[in-house]
T-cell receptor, first 115, second 114 residues
């Protein structure tokens, strides 16, 4: 089945130790997103890629970076995780065409714990 | 800036009964999309239903329907014949037309009692 895959599902890191979260998709969608979702809160968009074009949200901290080496993969890098970065990180994908912006498909998320 | 408000942090419903989840939003746009997403415990978020603002007719997907009141900026979700599998966090979301930027409400946790 076509899907959005996130690895790992659970990640534990130490305060200040760089960590990378991974997302892959078999949907061949041209847009990929990273959201941060803290406990009992709404998902918050960090950034997204439209093909290779990177779109950063204005309030996303510099501590968060992303890479998209090809259509299928997108990575979230947290350079120096703080305790406040503990959250569920959701990856999503969608298709954008000249005439339409379509629904987003979500992965299961990676729960990040910072010790 | 667009904001989405879900005023019910938690709701519960008896199995087979009907429940309505509320959502209001604030925007100066005239053309946009509204969505309800379901996030079951430890599982991925899935789209339940979507509504285009230019359509007057309320969207319906099987047991799920919406009451879209554009002037009041209200977008409620009605779940009929509730099932145990409907238990989840439900998020209302807004997206401008021709934008990838989707804004979510804080969510409503729905419990279904057998």
């Amino acid at each position: 089945d076509a899907m959005v895959i996130q690895n790992p599902r659970y990640q534990v890191t130490q305060f200040g130790k760089p960590v990378t979260l991974s997302c892959s998709q078999t949907l061949n969608h041209n847009v990929m997103y990273w959201y941060q979702q803290k406990s009992s809160q709404a998902p918050k968009l960090l950034f997204h890629y439209y093909d290779k074009d990177f779109n950063n949200e204005a309030d996303t901290p510099d501590n968060f970076q992303s890479r998209r080496p090809n259509t299928s993969f997108c990575f979230l890098d947290i350079r120096s995780p703080g305790l406040g970065d503990a959250a569920m990180y959701l990856c999503a994908t969608s298709i954008q065409t000249v005439s339409s912006y379509n629904e987003q498909f979500f992965g299961p998320g990676t729960r990040l714990t910072v010790l | 800036a667009q904001t989405v408000t879900q005023s019910q942090p938690e709701m519960s419903v008896q199995e087979a009964e009907t429940v309505t989840l509320s959502c209001t939003y604030d925007t100066s746009e005239s053309d946009y999309y509204l969505f309800w997403y379901k996030q079951p415990p430890s599982r991925q978020m899935i789209l339940v239903i979507r509504q285009e603002a230019y359509k007057q007719q309320n969207a319906t997907e099987n047991r799920f329907s919406v009451n879209f009141q554009k002037a009041a900026k209200s977008f409620s979700l009605k779940i009929s014949d509730s099932q145990l599998g409907d238990a989840a966090m439900y998020f209302c979301a807004y997206r401008r037309t021709r934008s990838n930027d989707m804004r979510f409400g804080a969510g409503t946790r729905l419990t279904v009692k057998p």
